[in-house]
């Protein structure tokens, strides 16, 4: 296998440029009316610990002071991002506490318990549709959704080991089939990242031949480890949490024996 095949594939996935759906939109109208989505704001330390723990993926506003471009322009991506609950804190106590020391947007995440960071320094002009690219980027779930913007963030986590499901959305056991690979999810929680791959969406037939799969062995399992690149494939019948838990833990296991032959192993050598 080419050196870091897969991290060509993603990037040349890239440089396709953006998907429809994603940063590229037009530019929302700048008058924020009265009724749009609004920035839940946190008083105190308490509240905004309370706040990230309360959701997967959760993003606060760190400003020092308001009266700003950049702040006009998170109320709009607060507006027009639906599905992630969105802060704003100006305590000075709560910005030491996260060690904000210029205005921030920080996106804190459960499944890899990390917290990345955009400063809204003055020289970088970030608008809201970066604000949105951020954000999706890195957007991780416990089950994230495979799309070139979510591979930065998938490749850019701490979590080295990634385990991508390739199924059928419109399949009537999809529903089914995530709340299992989901529950598996709980289980290897800062050991694996869980990504989800739609068999549907033409430019991931590419990431499916990257594992030599085809549409007739879906659903299927693929775990990759990003720093050496070691892969496992595993068509399935059926997704349950066994096997999802049969499948990572036999790749570890071959992992750690590579790495660290036991005694007879070594002398058999
Ligand atoms: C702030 O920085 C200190 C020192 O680097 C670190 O120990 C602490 O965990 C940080 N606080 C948060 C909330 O990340
Ligand atoms: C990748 O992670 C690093 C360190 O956490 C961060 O500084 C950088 O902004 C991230 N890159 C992207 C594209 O989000």
């Known amino acids: 296998m080419a050196i870091s095949a897969l991290w060509c594939l993603f990037f040349s996935l890239l440089t396709w440029g953006c998907p429809s759906g994603c940063a590229e939109e037009s530019p929302a109208p700048h008058d924020v009316t009265g009724d749009a989505k609004k920035p839940v704001l946190l008083r105190d330390i308490a509240a905004t610990t309370a706040f990230i723990s309360a959701a997967e993926v959760a993003v606060i506003g760190f400003f020092q002071e308001l ?18 609950p969105f802060g704003l804190s100006t305590n000075p106590e709560v910005l030491s506490h996260y060690n904000i020391t210029s205005n921030t947007i920080s996106i804190f995440r459960m499944v890899d318990h990390k917290r990345q960071d955009l400063e809204l320094t ?34 850019n986590s701490t979590v080295q080991t990634h385990l991508l499901l390739f199924t059928d959305k419109t ?24 990504v989800l791959v739609d068999s549907n969406v033409k430019g991931n037939e590419r990431v499916m031949s990257f594992f030599n799969l085809k549409k007739s062995q879906l659903p299927a399992l693929a775990i990759f480890h990003t720093p050496d690149e070691e892969q496992d494939v595993l068509p399935l019948g059926e997704v349950t949490v066994e096997h999802v838990q049969d499948f990572c833990n036999g790749f570890f296991e071959r992992k750690q024996r590579k790495e660290d032959p036991s005694p007879e192993e070594k002398t058999e050598l």
Do not use: C, W
């Open 67 to 84: 009266e700003r471009p950049e702040v006009s322009n998170f109320h709009i991506v607060v507006g027009k991002i639906q599905e992630i």
């Open 122 to 155: 003055d020289g970088k002009k970030i608008d809201a549709t970066k604000m949105s690219r951020f954000i999706q980027i890195n957007e991780l779930r416990m089950v994230t959704e495979y799309n070139p913007v979510t591979a930065i963030g998938l490749f």
């Open 171 to 194: 399949s009537q056991e999809h529903t089914e089939r995530v709340r299992r690979y989901r529950e598996a999810a709980e289980l290897f929680r800062g050991k694996i990242l869980f």
